[in-house]
């Protein structure tokens, strides 16, 4: 097992395309972590630089605290498993698995030992003598990722290993690699673009743009409190809702806005004296706007329009307008109440608590305590 870090880690090709703008990363020994962010962000480069098979422009890496900048890949104590698993179709799922150890010059019976052993805990024992093309999708995958394991590797990277998988495999896998993540220990690295996999698998996020990371941070501290609107747009499905709004009055621990609609929102944000008119953007998570019937009668409920419904068995999700706001989206719990009907009108609310405000550079406004603290 290793840490890896990254301290000013750039790539350029052909010296001017630069896709890798100088990343600082710090991963802890047995940690799992995810990398999320918009395709073509550098996700698959930063990881194939860590594997060693892109060169590093500039910048350091360290794995297992050694400088392994110009370490071959092999003697890196790194095993990747890709998307297109690509394994040798020849071979049966035991050569295959057993590949890189003969290789590596292992003895016949040790050998033997650990790939049967892979075999056990990845469920891959029943298909040992099958041919690839004999094997569904999933059992592939397993097949790459017992492939790599059998190396008993220091740190995994994976770059969307299940993104070829039905729906159904892909939960099945899932758990299955957090399970062996549990069994292992191993430091594992993990592209996806898939929300529930990030959430769910990473002890920590990290969310990239444009070759630059934008947030590191819990799965729970970027849901709750991402550190701005690309991360803040970036994670949660359906995304998050934004609006254009102005401050018309604030105190240390709040900020009243103005909707577009002409309605006033309070928002548990750090407000001190923030000026009227300040320009803010609101972003508020679908299943944290509360969709009531029209004829509720709370102070600070919107009145909204209902449009269109979809509905997901244990939920729907409905869009909803209202003055200078188009489609706004609300979750609505099917164990509550039935959903609006669309074409009927019923009432938001938009909890201050759940709201969050960002500046016109895009930054958020800290909740109150963070600015309490600091103060
Ligand atoms: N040889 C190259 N020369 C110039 N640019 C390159 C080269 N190889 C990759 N790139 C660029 O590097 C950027 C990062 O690519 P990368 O494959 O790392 O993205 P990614 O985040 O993995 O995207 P995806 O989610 O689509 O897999 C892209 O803009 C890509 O066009
Ligand atoms: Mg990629």
Redesign the pocket.
Known sequence: MAAVSLHGVV?R??DK?T?IHGVDLDIRDGEFVVFV??????????L?MIAGLESITAGELRIGGRLANDVAPSERGIAMVFQSYALYPHMTVFDNMAFALKLAGHKPADIRAAVERVAATLQLTPYLQRKPKDLSGGQRQRVAIGRAIVRKPDVFLF??PLSNLDASLRVQMRVELSRLHQELGTTMIY?T?DQVEAMTLGDRIVV?SG?RIEQVGTPLDLYHRPANLFVAGFLGSPKMNFLQVEAVASAPDFIAVRLPSGDIVEVAAGGGDVARGTRFTLGVRPEHAALLPDDAEDAGLLPVQVGHVEFLGDQAIVYVSMAGVDDMVAVRYLSEQAPPAPGSRAKLRLPPPRCLLFDTNGNTVPAPELSTCAA
């Open positions: 790539k090709y052909d395309h896709v962010g918009p395709s073509g962000c550098g996700k698959s480069t930063l194939r770059d969307e592209v673009h990239f070759g």
